[in-house]
């Protein structure tokens, strides 16, 4: 058994790095966002044309990139939602209740400063981790029955 895993939400770490890596030997495709911050908000723009306001500038983004994230949610097994300290993730909110709503199993990670502001999302998980290495835990444990340590 493989599971497809949609890696979702804050782009300014290496947290997705960290799972890929540890996951190496397991059979697990990884998929993801565009994680080039500029690529990812200036695709519409460069691809269809300017556009004078910005909100027109990054709706015609967050449509081309739409066309991924609904496409890879759509393929996931697993969805793995990082809220991280940086930003306001309304993306990864949005990607966490899309993935509920296609009924994917769902990972949330996240620190335990967010616990209370994030309580219908992690109700909404399968499981709520702290560290990417959780994770990988995780993600092992399911594919192979093997506990840590």
Not at 16 to 30: C, E, M, N, W
Request: aromatic share 6%; glycine share 8%; charged share 25%.
């Amino acid at each position: 058994m493989g599971l497809n895993v949609y890696l979702a939400g804050e782009i300014h770490t290496d947290w997705r790095d960290q799972i890929i890596q540890g996951a190496q030997g397991l059979d697990v495709t990884f998929s993801g966002p565009v994680t080039d911050h500029a690529a990812s908000d200036d695709c519409g723009v460069e691809i269809l044309g300017a556009e004078d306001q910005k909100f027109w500038h990054d709706r015609k983004g967050a449509l081309v990139n739409g066309i991924r994230t609904r496409k890879d949610l759509h393929d996931a097994d697993v969805v793995v939602v990082r809220f991280g300290d940086k930003y306001k993730q309304w993306n990864a909110a949005f990607d966490a209740g899309q993935a509920a709503a296609l009924g994917k199993s769902m990972i949330i990670l996240q620190p335990e400063e967010h616990d209370h502001a994030l309580k219908e999302v992690n109700a909404a998980a399968d499981a709520v981790a702290r560290t990417p290495e959780q994770v990988v835990q995780i993600l092992r444990y399911v594919l192979t029955d093997k506990l840590p340590g």
